[in-house]
T-cell receptor, first 116, second 114 residues
Framework: AQKITQTQPGMFVQEKEAVTLDCTYD???????LFWYKQPSSGEMIFLIY??????QNATEGRYSLNFQKARKSANLVISASQLGDSAMYFC?????????????FGKGTKLTVNP | AAGVIQSPRHLIKEKRETATLKCYPI?????VYWYQQGPGQDPQFLIS???????DKGSIPDRFSAQQFSDYHSELNMSSLELGDSALYFC?????????????FGPGTRLTVL
């Protein structure tokens, strides 16, 4: 079964508007971390934001915020005031457990296009 | 701030040749991960090292091997290269093994097998 599901292969947004990228996850481990990465066309993986399973508040980093709904197992990324430079692939990823399986498991990604 | 360094950035090889990719983690990071990202795909975990010992293994072919050295840099050795090995190979480093620790990615090595 897919551990991370991103149901939006592509999203379009107008410059200066907000956009939500969906991510649902599947785990039975009570301890896990959720990450969002941005991958522009140049290829590098840029860390955006992190949410821990025990964090009480939703994570925020500048224009990025994470809408964490634990009961629904969703961790949607919200980008406010979109900019042309936000056009990229966005990957949601998860790590499970403490010092066990440390790998990041990625979703298939969402390609975001910001229109002027 | 220092980032993860990967070399080379681009590599072109022929089928059945051998390639070695190098990764230099962020100073004081003791954990290194390798990921493979095929064209249009999400990154797939290959292998990881913690304190110079292999700590986890993913879908890494038997033709590939890796190690972490005493200075914490890591090398991914790929032999008998196949066309399907053409991909972007990322190295990431982390200050420890906790699920709460961010993994910092290097810029990647783009391997093309002809």
């Amino acid at each position: 079964a897919q551990k991370i599901t991103q149901t939006q292969p592509g999203m379009f947004v107008q410059e200066k508007e907000a956009v939500t990228l969906d991510c649902t996850y599947d785990t039975s481990d009570p301890s896990y971390g959720l990450f969002w990465y941005k991958q522009p066309s140049s290829g590098e993986m840029i860390f955006l934001i992190y949410q821990g399973s025990y964090d009480q508040q939703n994570a925020t980093e500048g224009r990025y915020s994470l809408n964490f709904q634990k009961a629904r197992k969703s961790a949607n990324l919200v980008i406010s005031a979109s900019q042309l430079g936000d056009s990229a692939m966005y990957f949601c990823a998860m790590r499970e457990g403490w010092g066990g399986s440390e790998k990041l498991v990625f979703g298939k990604g969402t390609k975001l296009t910001v229109n002027p | 701030a220092a980032g993860v360094i990967q070399s080379p950035r681009h590599l072109i090889k022929e089928k059945r040749e051998t390639a070695t990719l190098k990764c230099y983690p962020i100073p004081r990071h003791d954990t290194v991960y390798w990921y493979q990202q095929g064209p249009g795909q999400d990154p797939q975990f290959l292998i990881s090292f913690y304190e110079k010992m292999q700590s986890d293994k993913g879908s890494i072919p038997d033709r590939f091997s890796a190690q972490q050295f005493s200075d914490y840099h890591s090398e991914l050795n790929m032999s008998s290269l196949e066309l399907g090995d053409s991909a972007l190979y990322f190295c990431a480093s982390s200050p420890g093994r906790s699920s709460y620790n961010e993994q910092f990615f290097g810029p990647g090595t783009r391997l093309t097998v002809l």
